[in-house]
């Protein structure tokens, strides 16, 4: 996990090392691995609020200053932190590529419950909601990242005046299903096969997407 | 607002005094109503996990053995906590009795974002959405109450096979909805016109609920 790069935070010690003729990662670029690595976690059982960079450089055994200099403020820890859990679900928009756009509504759905499916992909994600749900600070960085790398994205290739509203009012559905099955668990829902419910909400998804 | 009656929790005191020709309400029943005053703004204020019998108790003016004994334990003054904040939105079943069902989905839809759009019943449901995606006893809790209070009763009047599932996805449409609109606050959706929204939803929340 720790090899997906964190999208242009921090001053960016990777990139130069590597444009040398990609020598070993440098100790600097460890470090910052380490520290995104204790973030995740922090951020992920502690929830945004109680996590602190204190707490954080702890968990990586380095200097409270070290958290600064690679990443900044608590919010732009967390923002990096957010980026690297949400790693797979920002590649929602290449579903949309992949194919004709009147397959969209299936492929989005299915890619999204294949995220949500696996446990693996699932828990950074359940932590990243909390976080949004409780803390304004938190909803506002999710908000930047859902918008900016995921809904406008899809937006972008619907070429529709109301693109974005269509791409969002798709998302909720998508959203809402999530939360009734993963998180609140309201039965047959959350026991229901994920094929079932993909049946369902594909339609849904391409009629938000492209229909008049 | 503690006018509400909370739904069969408690001794009962109110109903009994009431069957004798509506006397003047019991000391009881103030000091009942005021625990669950006091228990409704320490579980919006603090969330579930945070809110403790002892602080309620000292909110309310009243020994915490007081509180135990109208409502039992921590999750049970959660339960009537939420019933009494979620009142308005157990009305939803009645929108679906209210018309004809090739109507509902937009009857639905309008009630939902009535109660939503209004601050002063939209901020007790953020509270209890908070609480329930941040507690698994939380969570607990508000999937009972929506199980059996609005999705069971709406599936009820649907006359289908998978009434409960086709309920629990036009829910998670809307819910979804609430979610990106309220909490992530993503743009356009988050000032989009409350009609415009019913208009994109309504034939959705019928389709899940009464289509083919």
């Known amino acids: 996990m720790s090899d ?19 020598p070993p990662r440098t100790e600097s670029a460890d470090t910052r691995d380490r520290i995104l690595t204790a973030a995740r976690e922090e951020f992920s059982e502690r929830g945004y609020e109680k996590t602190s960079v204190r707490g954080i450089a702890k968990a990586a055994g380095v200097d409270p200053a070290l ?22 679900a920002l590649d929602a928009p290449k579903a949309i ?7 969209v509504g299936e492929r989005l ?11 693996a992909t699932r828990a950074p994600l359940l932590a990243i909601v909390r976080s949004a749900v409780t803390n304004d600070t938190a909803a506002a960085v999710f908000r930047r990242i859902v918008a900016t790398q995921v809904l406008r994205r899809i937006a972008g290739q619907l ?25 609140i668990k309201v ?3 959350a026991s229901a096969d994920p094929e079932q419910i993909i049946a369902r909400l594909a339609p849904v998804v391409q009629g938000h997407l492209t229909g008049s």
Chains 1, 2 share one sequence.
């Open 4 to 22: 997906v790069p964190p999208a242009g935070t921090g001053p960016g010690t990777g990139a130069t090392a590597r444009r040398r003729g990609r």
């Open 67 to 88: 958290v600064h200099h690679y990443f900044g403020t608590k919010e732009q820890v967390f923002e990096a932190a957010i980026t690297l859990s949400f790693g797979p």
């Open 97 to 103: 590529e992949e194919g004709p756009l009147d397959g």
């Open 109 to 119: 759905a299915r890619f999204f419950f294949g995220v949500w499916e696996n446990p």
């Open 159 to 183: 070429d529709l005046p109301d693109a974005e509203l269509r791409a969002e009012l798709a998302a909720a559905q998508l959203v809402g299903t999530a939360m009734l099955r993963y998180v």
């Open 187 to 189: 039965e047959p829902l």
